[in-house]
DNA sequence: GTGTGGGACTTGTCATCACATGTTCGATCG
DNA sequence: CGATCGAACATGTGATGACAAGTCCCACAC
């Protein structure tokens, strides 16, 4: 027992608690979009803090795009993101119930073979080495959704084979074994259904599907997961905010082929 | 003349500084991916600042997923993310050359007429108001690329007739009109290709393609365009990191239909 | 009525100090 | 020789103080 504190409850620090607060002021109306954020010297009275958690707060809100403002003016709100953690964002079980549907799934295999040559390369392995492949059709409401392709590096990958994939999110336990994701890069495109695709989605061979390829790695930030996932249009979409203060969440690409 | 110092050399401040020379080095190798970054005591000396600005340019580099790690140990650099800023993203014909493609554009229309009832919603206009549509077909490296729909509410687009717009980009004309646009949201999702997009990318109806819905707004918050973009797929790709640290940037969403 | 100060206010930036908490690594003990 | 403990070091968080630079608004002059 050398931490004394479960990893559980952590108490939040200042700043956090004053992003929450006014996340909260903004989501419920009380702030609404249009309006003007208190000054910071106000916060600081209000929360009774310095000027430096109050500023690590509104830089937060200003990184996600709900808020905006220039040097001298105080800022104002100018949206309310739907926030979405990235513990939902990566498991669809999780995403799916907070959005109000429910989550399903039928997992097609479970298989360690040698790794794709897609996935090598993202996730800088040898052709040679091996992965946990994992095929699954996720459901949402009790209809297909979206078709679920992906490898796992061996030493995460190997907490798979004593899970039952079909009770729930991987995600939630690969967490419970101490495998903790902490980033992730999403590329979309779009591509006409496989034969695999057609069959689990139940539509013809060469409708269109959103793709989405992920590579998820750890906070050390070694890549552990490669994913291609094709949802049914219609079904899902992704969004993505940027704004000037943070350029680089996104960006377009010319694949090299 | 009430500004002594002309608006384009503001000196950086310290932490664009230090984020600059950091960028600097991961770019050209002396700080290779994987390697420990200096200590913030470190830094401190070499630039001969207090933590704040070290803290603040560290900071940034960990929002723009460039360098990784966690309380107790140094950052390390996790990948040099290509940068791409807000304005080579909208910029169609500005990020084309940035990616050594050459860009080229054929306008079919550029029109004003009531406003469409999916841009409608997203600009806050009434469905008898007014808007300046565009429809254009961009080329990558003269082949068809995207099918490029845009409505521009009227105060915007006005600058449009007297622009010709088959000579380069939009975006930049309407930034020497004063507008600025200051932040974007994206929907992807994928579509089969109607009579107009089939004739014009010279594929057949029906082909997958690659739906970016964009809604761009000016640093006060007012969106003032929407956009339809379909591209080709393989053609053009979109990529999105997020991490724990800065998780609000991509959401999945249902639609509402 | 209109235009122009100018002062009050606000945010941006930076220094310095302090403490809590997590990591790393070598010395030491078994 | 391996496991373990602890000190040194690193980052996370917060308080306080200071000045620069941009914005806002009202009073005042024309």
Same mark, same amino acid.
Request: with cysteine; hydrophobic share 40%; net charge negative.
């Given at each position: 027992?050398?931490?004394?504190?479960?990893?559980?409850?952590?108490?939040?620090?200042?700043?956090?608690?004053? !992003?929450?607060?006014?996340?909260?002021?903004? %989501?419920?109306? $009380?702030?609404?979009?249009?309006?003007? @954020?208190?000054?910071?010297?106000?916060?600081?009275?209000?929360?009774?803090?310095? $000027?430096?958690? +109050?500023?690590?707060? *509104?830089?937060?809100?200003?990184?996600? !795009?709900?808020?905006? !403002?220039?040097?001298?003016?105080?800022?104002?709100?100018?949206?309310?993101?739907?926030?979405?953690?990235? #513990?939902?964002?990566?498991?669809?079980?999780?995403?799916?119930?907070?959005? &109000?549907?429910?989550?399903?799934?039928?997992?097609?295999? @479970?298989?360690?073979?040698? +790794?794709?040559?897609?996935? %090598? &390369?993202? *996730?800088? *392995?040898?052709?040679?080495?091996? +992965?946990?492949?994992? *095929?699954?059709?996720?459901?949402?409401?009790?209809?297909? %959704?979206? @078709?679920?392709?992906?490898?796992? +590096? =061996?030493?995460?990958?190997?907490?798979?084979?004593?899970?039952?994939?079909?009770? &729930?999110?991987?995600?939630?336990?690969?967490?419970?074994?101490?495998?903790?994701?902490?980033?992730?890069?999403?590329?979309?495109?779009?591509?006409? %259904?496989?034969?695999?695709?057609? $069959?689990?989605?139940?539509?013809?061979?060469?409708?269109? =599907?959103? $793709?989405?390829?992920?590579?998820?790695? #750890?906070?050390?930030?070694?890549?552990?997961?490669?994913?291609?996932?094709?949802?049914?249009?219609?079904?899902? #979409?992704?969004?993505?905010?940027?704004?000037?203060?943070?350029?680089?969440?996104?960006?377009?690409?010319?694949?090299?082929?």
């Amino acid at each position: 027992m050398t931490s004394p504190t479960p990893s559980g409850d952590r108490p939040r620090s200042l700043h956090q608690k004053i !992003g929450d607060e006014l996340r909260a002021q903004i %989501a419920d109306g $009380r702030l609404p979009i249009g309006a003007a @954020v208190p000054s910071e010297s106000e916060l600081c009275r209000q929360f009774s803090v310095s $000027r430096g958690p +109050v500023r690590q707060a *509104l830089s937060g809100l200003r990184a996600e !795009g709900i808020i905006a !403002g220039s040097q001298g003016a105080t800022a104002r709100v100018v949206g309310s993101v739907p926030t979405q953690s990235l #513990t939902s964002f990566l498991s669809f079980t999780e995403w799916a119930h907070s959005s &109000g549907r429910q989550p399903g799934q039928h997992t097609v295999e @479970v298989a360690k073979r040698t +790794v794709g040559a897609d996935a %090598a &390369g993202v *996730l800088g *392995l040898d052709l040679s080495d091996l +992965v946990v492949d994992v *095929l699954r059709l996720r459901l949402l409401d009790e209809e297909p %959704a979206m @078709v679920e392709r992906t490898s796992f +590096v =061996l030493d995460v990958g190997r907490h798979l084979f004593d899970f039952d994939s079909d009770s &729930g999110s991987i995600f939630v336990h690969l967490s419970s074994c101490g495998v903790e994701l902490a980033a992730a890069r999403h590329t979309f495109d779009a591509v006409p %259904a496989d034969d695999v695709d057609a $069959r689990l989605l139940d539509v013809e061979i060469g409708t269109p =599907l959103l $793709r989405e390829r992920r590579v998820t790695s #750890t906070s050390a930030g070694r890549p552990v997961e490669y994913s291609d996932d094709r949802y049914l249009p219609g079904r899902v #979409t992704f969004t993505v905010s940027n704004t000037v203060a943070a350029p680089h969440s996104v960006i377009r690409l010319v694949p090299d082929d």
